[in-house]
């Protein structure tokens, strides 16, 4: 996707990273929680290079010409949709966007509630005979007073090594086809992302006592004085022991003690138990945001 210029009611759609941050940096830190996905991501690209030659944006100017909603896609995962909090500029911001796309593949959309329900209507709207379904409802938990749990697991935390590798491909695999099954990594995908988080201490493991690791706690790059807590995995058969909680506890201070301002995670709204879990750390509900899946008529 190619450069061009906007005005009001277009959207500057564009494949160059730095241009998309020039023009949406305003927007994304007036409210960095909200805008957590987007912040990880494009620091993501920043100090990697993931995903930057198959990534597109966009942004949505309001009437006085600063950014008012953006995009941003990086197939095969999903388009990423931010749009105007007022329900008059989001059904117009919804529609142009979707005349702006029109002939491209897109099969379904993530972010907040708001956004992606104005997106599917919108969609359906120009395809006749599509289907747009609601395939995950999500909240973002912000951190208030970490409550770690009263009694640990036996064992302890550390942070993932290069001898980690294959373990942390094969728990981030395991994860998104929980997750995201319409999403999956390949495993070529999955072992760059252990590269990837290995090399910036991004994964802290919790180890049972004689040495075996039971679980992993993610934590994005920090942006704009915000990480996110992104992936919480433990295998199947090591579940409901305090394992979770207790790498989950372990990695959110680690965070708040290397700086960041806000940290943040988000959760399945299908699966209780681990809502209950982030609440019981102190973790507390900022917003709902859903993931739609578009199929063609």
Same mark, same amino acid.
């Given at each position: 996707?190619?450069?061009?210029?906007?005005?009001?009611?277009?959207?500057?759609?564009t494949?160059a990273?730095?241009?998309?941050?020039?023009? @949406?940096?305003?927007?994304?830190?007036?409210? /960095?929680?909200?805008?957590? %996905? $987007? *912040?990880?991501?494009t &620091?993501?690209? +920043?100090?990697?290079?993931w995903?930057?030659d198959?990534?597109?944006?966009?942004?949505?100017?309001?009437?006085d010409?600063?950014? @008012?909603?953006?995009?941003?896609?990086?197939? /095969?995962?999903?388009?990423? %949709? $931010? *749009?105007?909090?007022? &329900?008059?500029? +989001?059904?117009?911001?919804?529609?142009?966007l979707?005349?702006?796309?029109?002939?491209?593949?897109?099969?379904g959309?993530?972010? @907040?509630?708001?956004?992606?329900?104005?997106?599917?209507?919108?969609?359906?709207?120009?395809?006749?005979?599509?289907r747009a379904? +609601?395939?995950?409802?999500?909240?973002l938990?912000?951190?208030g007073?970490?409550?770690?749990?009263?009694?640990?697991?036996?064992?302890?935390?550390?942070?993932?090594?290069?001898?980690?590798?294959?373990?942390?491909?094969?728990?981030?695999?395991?994860?998104?086809?929980?997750?995201?099954p319409?999403d999956?990594?390949?495993?070529?995908q999955?072992?760059?992302?252990?590269?990837?988080r290995?090399?910036?201490?991004?994964?802290?493991?919790?180890?049972?006592?004689?040495?075996?690791?039971v679980?992993m706690?993610?934590?994005t790059?920090?942006?704009?004085?915000?990480v996110?807590?992104?992936?919480?995995?433990t295998?199947?058969?090591?579940?409901?022991?305090?394992?979770?909680?207790?790498?989950?506890?372990?990695?959110?201070?680690?965070?708040?003690?290397?700086?960041?301002e806000?940290?943040?995670?988000f959760?399945?709204?299908?699966?209780?138990?681990s809502?209950?879990?982030?609440?019981?750390?102190?973790?507390?509900?900022?917003?709902?945001f859903?993931?739609?899946?578009?199929?063609?008529g």
């Amino acid at each position: 996707m190619v450069t061009s210029r906007a005005r009001t009611g277009e959207w500057l759609l564009t494949s160059a990273l730095e241009e998309f941050e020039e023009r @949406a940096a305003e927007l994304l830190r007036c409210d /960095p929680a909200l805008h957590t %996905v $987007a *912040l990880s991501v494009t &620091a993501r690209m +920043r100090a990697s290079g993931w995903a930057r030659d198959r990534a597109s944006f966009g942004v949505w100017p309001g009437p006085d010409g600063r950014a @008012a909603g953006y995009f941003f896609w990086t197939p /095969p995962h999903p388009l990423y %949709v $931010a *749009l105007p909090g007022e &329900a008059a500029g +989001r059904e117009e911001a919804a529609g142009a966007l979707v005349d702006a796309l029109a002939g491209q593949p897109v099969d379904g959309a993530s972010g @907040a509630v708001e956004s992606t329900a104005a997106l599917a209507g919108a969609w359906l709207a120009r395809h006749p005979g599509a289907r747009a379904e +609601r395939v995950t409802r999500q909240r973002l938990f912000r951190l208030g007073e970490l409550t770690p749990p009263k009694k640990l697991p036996d064992g302890g935390a550390r942070i993932a090594g290069e001898g980690d590798r294959d373990l942390l491909a094969d728990w981030h695999m395991a994860f998104e086809t929980e997750s995201h099954p319409r999403d999956v990594a390949t495993r070529k995908q999955a072992e760059a992302w252990a590269d990837e988080r290995v090399g910036y201490g991004g994964v802290t493991l919790w180890e049972a006592a004689d040495g075996t690791p039971v679980s992993m706690a993610g934590v994005t790059r920090g942006s704009v004085g915000t990480v996110r807590v992104a992936p919480v995995y433990t295998p199947p058969a090591l579940r409901g022991r305090g394992y979770a909680a207790a790498v989950t506890a372990e990695v959110s201070r680690a965070a708040r003690a290397a700086g960041a301002e806000e940290v943040l995670l988000f959760t399945d709204l299908a699966n209780p138990t681990s809502n209950a879990l982030y609440q019981r750390l102190g973790y507390r509900p900022v917003r709902e945001f859903a993931v739609w899946a578009f199929t063609a008529g």
